[in-house]
């Protein structure tokens, strides 16, 4: 491009005014770009039909796109701006229908529900969206530096990027795909029916709106899916519902708008980007079942990354073809992950025994959207049963009780301000502990420490430098994706056997489901454990670093990532040994925290690789060594272990790798390194004596680094297994 050229701000065309291309124009305008917004309707009133959107893990990203007049008219858009805002608001209750009980409650703080169309409203302004253009073709003929957008009217507009969000039934996807049916959305088998009551007379009455969800297979739809006999199919087929609800669906008014629509979905895969210059977010990019609110998350993700992606291309000169395809790539990994939970999430809502798989009962709404432990269809049958088992030292009568009697619970973390000492606070699950200066692990488990908004464990405060947060709990869902696909699915490589009986899980269990025939116990410092979990799964709330926690007679003691936060890892390995039944088997999975590069394309000033080196000695102040899990063999044969073996496995950081299962790991890692980097930043950078100030520069270039996908960093995963002997 020549200066004079350069000097103009590049021109983008959104081909899609819902909230996805109205949240993109406002974050591109905000940012210097020449933006035009294209819709197919002739006016923002086209469509009245109106529904509810929850904003929870991405709300601080929305407003962050947004110039500050836009974020002080949000209010507007709130369902109910009456509410006191705070934990009941902020919450969302699953009952069961038949019963009223309560399956489980998923706290949402910050979260906000709004309406799609007052949200649509508040967006539209200071927009100029040119109505009623349909889209008819994209010509990006060769040798162009610009593309050509072409609609049914005959009116042609040129510009330098074109971004499809124009919903699911997107016309970008379908002439990026050049009509080819693996385009097309699909329908779910998932039956939506939604009823609208409101008084069209009287504006200043309430609202409601409730939905009803069913498999299409189970009964013959309506021959008319809108309107009164819409309404009518959906009261005949509600009944017999715990009140209120089954009182919300008989008084609704006759003349209440009610529609039945199958829910659709698209499962995302790699598509042509026309060298960089057409790509996608939102509904046109990933179309998803509405289980755990994601579908307006990811779209806001999308809005963001997409603005990051041309601000990169205008301000360092990185060719627009390798920036948006690394976008694209990331935004269609990270959509068919999400779009295909949604699925998932809907056939384990049909039955009242598969519930308690769901991600909403097990992680609540949060952001991940990488399969955890035990989401897949193998999980079985049985219903799923929370038990969190005390500190061994209480009495028998006590353990006899909890293994007749397992039960979910509810474990809340204590505040702050309730804990006088250390070592006089203890909650376990249901009883009252209290005790007088108990020495037992067991004493602080359930306290925390908050800090610069993370939360820590509180037993030993200052000891363990990583939160233990919900935004760490996420990491770790994704580092068990992650491994899953590097390891080909498999969670170790230690010849047990297909019958183990007994497994100990140090730092929490993710072998029930494969192994129903073992009791697996999890060891964990902090309650964080999810809330419904395989029958043969228990966990032990306790220092690993203690020797409290020593088991009997097991097949397998399994550690993943811990060796480099443990201070005593020789002494953690002899108590495993302990553990063991002869001829019993170890495997520790572990991150050696070194960023290699093979091919001369990492520069030695590397800043990912100088932030992890500067991470080593932050930890090495807290006693942990972060390269140790390459040097763990010597360790091992000290503890007593035979027939050591190691499988090292070499993980890319970043969407450069060739192979396809690959670029999905190095997505994972990068990710997994991007929201590891605030933790970094708090307590192990303070251990350095850095200002924050120093921390903040230093994460900005790290995530500038990982954005350079020229460059090959990985890191090596190493797989150790050893045996006890027989003798």
């Not at 990994?333 to 295909?340: I, N, Q, T, W």
């Not at 007593?640 to 790798?657: M, R």
């Amino acid at each position: 491009m020549s200066a004079p050229e350069a000097s103009k701000p590049l021109k983008v065309a959104i081909v899609g005014a819902g909230l996805t291309g109205l949240l993109t124009a406002h974050a591109l305008k905000k940012n210097g770009f020449d933006v035009a917004v294209f819709e197919r309707e002739h006016s923002i009133d086209a469509r009245p039909r109106d529904w509810t959107i929850l904003l929870h893990w991405a709300l601080p990203i929305f407003t962050k796109l947004l110039p500050k007049e836009v974020v002080a008219r949000l209010p507007e858009a709130i369902c109910n701006p009456y509410l006191d805002f705070g934990e009941e608001a902020e919450s969302l209750m699953c009952y069961n229908g038949d019963t009223g009980d309560v399956l489980f409650k998923n706290n949402l703080p910050g979260s906000r529900r709004i309406s799609r169309q007052r949200l649509r409203r508040v967006l539209a302004e200071g927009i100029d969206v040119q109505w009623g253009k349909r889209l008819e073709s994209i010509d990006t003929g060769s040798g162009s530096d610009t593309v050509r957008l072409a609609f049914k009217s005959g009116e042609t507009f040129e510009a330098d990027y074109v971004l499809g969000s124009d919903g699911a039934r997107s016309k970008v996807r379908e002439l990026l795909f050049h009509g080819d049916k693996i385009a097309e959305v699909q329908p779910s088998g998932f039956m939506f029916g939604t009823c609208i009551v409101d008084d069209p007379k009287d504006k200043s009455t309430w609202t409601t709106f409730w939905v009803k969800i069913w498999r299409r297979s189970a009964y013959p739809l309506p021959a008319v899916l809108y309107g009164p006999d819409a309404l009518n199919f959906l009261k005949e087929k509600t009944s017999g519902l715990a009140q209120p609800f089954q009182s919300q669906v008989d008084w609704t008014p006759e003349d209440s708008t009610s529609y039945i629509d199958e829910m659709n979905a698209w499962v995302s895969v790699p598509f042509d980007t026309r060298a960089g210059r057409v790509t996608l977010a939102g509904d046109a990019a990933h179309p998803m079942l509405i289980y755990r609110g994601q579908g307006f998350q990811h779209a806001i993700m999308d809005a963001n990354n997409y603005l990051d992606a041309l601000v990169k291309i205008r301000d360092s000169g990185e060719a627009g073809e390798t920036v948006i395809s690394a976008y694209s790539d990331e935004m269609v990994e990270r959509g068919a992950k999400a779009v295909k939970q949604s699925l998932q999430e809907a056939e384990f809502s049909m039955d009242l025994e598969s519930i308690g798989k769901m991600l909403m009962a097990k992680q609540g709404h949060g952001k991940s959207t990488y399969p955890g432990p035990s989401t897949g269809p193998s999980a079985g049958p049985s219903p799923p049963v929370y038990r969190v088992e005390e500190h061994q030292s209480h009495s028998k009568e006590r353990q006899d009780h909890q293994q007749d009697s397992p039960r979910r619970v509810d474990i809340e973390p204590a505040a702050e301000d309730d804990i006088e000492d250390e070592d006089e606070f203890a909650i376990t699950d249901g009883y009252d502990t209290r005790s007088s200066k108990s020495t037992s692990a067991a004493s602080t488990i359930y306290a925390h420490t908050f800090e610069n908004g993370r939360r820590y464990q509180h037993f030993k405060n200052g000891r363990y430098p990583i939160p233990n947060d919900d935004l760490e709990l996420n990491r770790e869902d994704m580092k068990h994706a992650m491994l899953l696909e590097v390891t080909d699915g498999q969670l170790f490589y230690a010849p047990i056997g297909d019958n183990p009986q007994s497994i100990l899980d140090i730092g929490t269990g993710t072998v029930g489901d494969q192994f129903p025939s073992a009791r697996v116990r999890g060891v964990d410092l902090s309650p964080t454990q999810p809330q419904w979990v395989p029958p043969n799964v228990d966990f032990l709330v306790d220092d690993c670093e203690k020797d409290d926690w020593l088991a009997r007679d097991v097949d397998l003691v399994h550690l993943r990532f811990m060796t480099i936060i443990l201070k005593d890892v020789p002494t953690v390995l002899k108590r495993g040994y302990e553990s063991l039944k002869p001829g019993g088997w170890i495997e520790l999975q572990e991150l050696c925290a070194e960023v290699l590069c093979d091919d001369g394309t990492m520069p030695p000033d590397d800043p990912v690789k100088y932030t992890y080196e500067l991470a080593a000695q932050a930890f090495g102040k807290f006693g942990m060594r972060v390269t140790l899990p390459k040097d763990l063999e010597p360790l091992l044969r000290d503890a007593g272990y035979e027939n050591i073996q190691c499988i090292v496995k070499k993980v890319p950081i970043g969407v450069w790798a060739r192979d396809k299962t690959m670029r999905l790991v190095g997505m994972y890692q990068k990710m997994a390194v991007l929201d590891l980097l605030p933790a970094v930043a708090g307590r192990p950078f303070a251990a350095l004596g850095m200002s924050e100030m120093e921390s903040q520069v230093t994460l900005a270039h790290t995530r500038r680094g990982l954005n350079d996908a020229s460059v090959h960093r990985y890191f090596h995963y190493y797989f150790w297994f050893a045996q006890k002997p027989f003798g």
